[in-house]
């Protein structure tokens, strides 16, 4: 089974940097678009960042200039390094993949959410 573990959310000051991670376990064959994403309560969740298998990037207006998104194949994950934090930054972060799966077949995949809390 092909899964996306997050990790790297935390609280952290305003004007602060995180930097989250999303990696790809499981028999995978290659990994397409990757992404992150965020949602508060009450809200939908929005596009923050997408990097594709060719490693362009585009990201939301909010984030611009402040997020990088990357990834390492070798290591099938996704890292989004987050830099002057504002609290309206603030909320649950998911990873998302697209995944071809040892049987050929394309699956978009969600990470479990890993919050992120920018407060003073």
């Known amino acids: 089974q092909v899964q996306l573990v997050e990790s790297g959310g935390g609280l952290v000051q305003p004007g602060g940097s995180l930097r989250l991670s999303c990696a790809v376990s499981g028999s995978i064959v290659s990994i397409g678009r990757m992404g992150w994403y965020r949602q508060v309560p009450g809200k939908e969740r929005d596009l923050v960042a997408v990097?594709?298998?060719?490693?362009?990037?585009n990201y939301a207006d909010s984030v611009k200039g402040r997020f990088t998104i990357s990834r390492d194949n070798a290591k099938n994950t996704v890292y989004l390094q987050m830099n002057s934090l504002k609290p309206e930054d603030t909320a649950v972060y998911y990873c998302?993949?697209?995944?071809?799966?040892?049987?050929?077949?394309?699956?978009?995949?969600w990470g479990q959410g890993t919050l992120v809390t920018v407060s003073s």
């Open positions: 990097i594709t298998s060719s490693t362009h990037t």
């Open positions: 998302n993949a697209a995944v071809v799966a040892t049987n050929y077949k394309y699956f978009e995949l």
